[in-house]
């Protein structure tokens, strides 16, 4: 993965302001899951917060860490086009939780 991509990512999250995504271990993850992010579903590549909710709201999609149903759904913007990333509410908390 290019210093570019970590870049694009991490602005797209500055944007969502979610700024705890890109440091801690979420950061962690999401290079984790930049090693084979075919395992994330292709997300639009336009998309706004009605798409989030719309996914997270009335789709049924496995959480990536655990598979019970996700609440919380996240687009990647990665080289290979966006990718959704879908987490149920206990893993999104262990996901933003700092680290101690
Ligand atoms: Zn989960």
């Known amino acids: 993965m ?3 991509s970590i870049e694009q990512m991490a602005e797209w999250y500055r944007r969502q302001r979610v700024k705890e995504l890109t440091t801690g ?7 984790l899951l930049q090693g084979n992010p075919t395992l994330l579903d292709p ?13 997270r709201l009335h789709e049924d999609h496995p959480c990536l860490r655990c598979g019970k149903r996700a609440q919380v759904a996240y687009v990647n913007c990665l080289e290979l086009g966006n990718r959704w990333l879908d987490l149920c509410a206990a893993c999104d908390l262990w996901m933003r939780r700092p680290l101690s």
Request: proline share 13%.
């Open 2 to 4: 290019t210093e570019d």
């Open 43 to 55: 997300a639009p590549a336009e998309f706004g917060p009605e798409d989030i909710d719309h996914r």
């Open 25 to 31: 271990p979420a950061a962690g993850m999401l290079l």
